[in-house]
C-alpha cells in the first residue's frame, strides 16, 4: 500500500471514529449508536479485499475497544471487526456486481460483528450483556448499519477507486 493510500485510509478511520464515538452517541436508539467503523471495514474489504480489511478491522476495533467510554473486555470489537473484514472481502467479487449486493454484504457484516461482540460478552460474563439484550440490539444495530450504507460506502469505493487507478486498469486488462 502506497503512503497516500495509507493516508487516505487513516483518514477515513479517523472519520468515521470521530462520527461513532462523538457524534452520533446523541442519536442513539435503544442505547445502540450507528457502527460507522464496521460500514468503513466492509467498504475496504469489498474494494481491496480481506487483508486490507482485516488490518483495518483490527485497528478500528482495538480503536473502539480502548477509546472513552468504553465498558467492556478489550479485544471484543477488535475480533468482531477482524472477522467482519475477512468474511466481506471474501465476497467481494459478487457483492461489488450491484448496490443491493452492497448493502446485503453490510447487513449481514452488522449481524456477525454485533453477533460476535454480544456473544464474546456473553462467554466472558460481561456485566450487562445477556441473551434478551442481544436479541434487542442486533436488530436495532443492523437496521442502523444498512440505513448508513447508501451514505458510507460508496464514498469509501469512489476514494479507493481514485486512488488506484493502476490497479483498476490491470484488472480491466486481466478480464479481457
Known sequence: ???LRALAVTALLVVALTLQLGVFPALSIAGVVPDVALIVVIALALARGPELATLVGFAAGLTLDLAPPADHTVGRWALALVVVGYL??????????SAFAAVLVVAAGSFVGTSVFALSGLV???????????????????????ILTPFVVPVVLLL?????????TELVMAAR
Not at 466481506?88 to 461489488?96: F, I, K, P, S
Not at 466472558?124 to 441473551?131: A, Y
Not at 479507493?160 to 483498476?168: A, F, G, S, T, V
Open 1 to 3: 500500500m502506497t503512503a
Open 160 to 168: 479507493m477507486r481514485r486512488l488506484e487507478p493502476e490497479r483498476r
Open 124 to 146: 466472558l460474563g460481561e456485566p450487562g450483556v445477556s441473551v434478551s439484550r442481544v436479541l434487542q440490539v442486533i436488530p436495532v444495530a443492523v437496521g442502523y448499519d444498512v
Open 88 to 97: 466481506a472481502g471474501l465476497v467481494r467479487r459478487d457483492a461489488r456486481s
